[in-house]
Each structure stands twice: as structure tokens, then as C-alpha cells.
């Protein structure tokens, strides 16, 4: 599978990626985290288009092997990667909230850290 991701407003970065799929994506809906607590909190996450309307898409993590640690799951979705929330914030999805922010993709060791969407 190929995850490209062009610079956008969303994440500054760009990224063109081939992954070898070792399992089917499944749409997602929150992550854990561990960047700003030890102990991990909940995101929202969703995919970002370039579609200025209506840009939420859907977030798909997917199984896939990574040269540097084996396994890995691939957190994956719009042309204009992720954009992410803390789930106990209640705002809709916006470029212009500070507690938004964009990434182009992101790799976790287990899928523990992810809430599939029912």
C-alpha cells in the first residue's frame, strides 16, 4: 500500500510511503497517545482532504511490516493526512483550533491504543 500525504494546511510535512500490508485497514476513530501524558490519553482522529467543503474523511489503521520494528499498525487517512482532538474537547473539526493539530500519518506497536469504529 502507498500513503501519500502532500503539504497542506493541515501538516506542513509531506510524505510518499509504500508499507507492505500484513492485515485489512479498519476504520478508526480514536487513538492513545503518549506524548503529552506517560500514561497515555484519548484522541480523536480523522482523516483531512483537500476537499475545502467538507474536508473530514475517514481514519484507517491497517497492519503492516515495518523495516525498523516489524509489525506495526498504520494510522492512515485523507490526501491531507490526520487531524487530531482530545476527546474531551467538544468543538467540531477546524484548521483554526488550537487544540487541533495535523499529522501526515502515525505507526503504533499494538493495536491497543486504538478504538475501531463500530
Not at 502507498?2 to 497542506?8: A, G, K, M, P, S
Not at 501538516?11 to 492485515?23: D, H, P, T, V, Y
Not at 497515555?40 to 484507517?60: I, L, R
Request: hydrophobic share 35%; glycine share 8%; aromatic share 12%.
Amino acid at each position: 500500500m502507498i500513503v501519500e500525504v502532500e503539504t497542506n494546511e493541515n501538516c506542513e510535512a509531506s510524505l510518499f510511503a509504500r508499507f507492505k500490508e500484513a492485515g485489512p485497514p479498519r476504520q478508526v476513530h480514536q487513538v492513545r497517545l503518549y506524548d503529552r501524558n506517560p500514561s497515555g490519553e484519548w484522541y480523536w482522529v480523522t482523516g483531512w482532504t483537500d476537499n475545502a467543503e467538507a474536508p473530514v474523511s475517514p481514519a484507517y489503521a491497517q497492519l503492516v511490516e515495518d523495516s525498523g520494528s516489524g509489525l506495526a499498525h498504520l494510522v492512515y487517512g485523507g490526501i491531507y493526512g490526520l487531524r487530531f482532538k482530545p476527546v474531551v474537547v467538544d468543538e467540531p473539526w477546524s484548521l483554526d483550533s488550537s487544540n487541533q493539530w495535523g499529522e501526515t500519518h502515525l505507526s503504533l506497536a499494538t493495536d491497543r491504543d486504538l478504538r475501531y469504529a463500530p
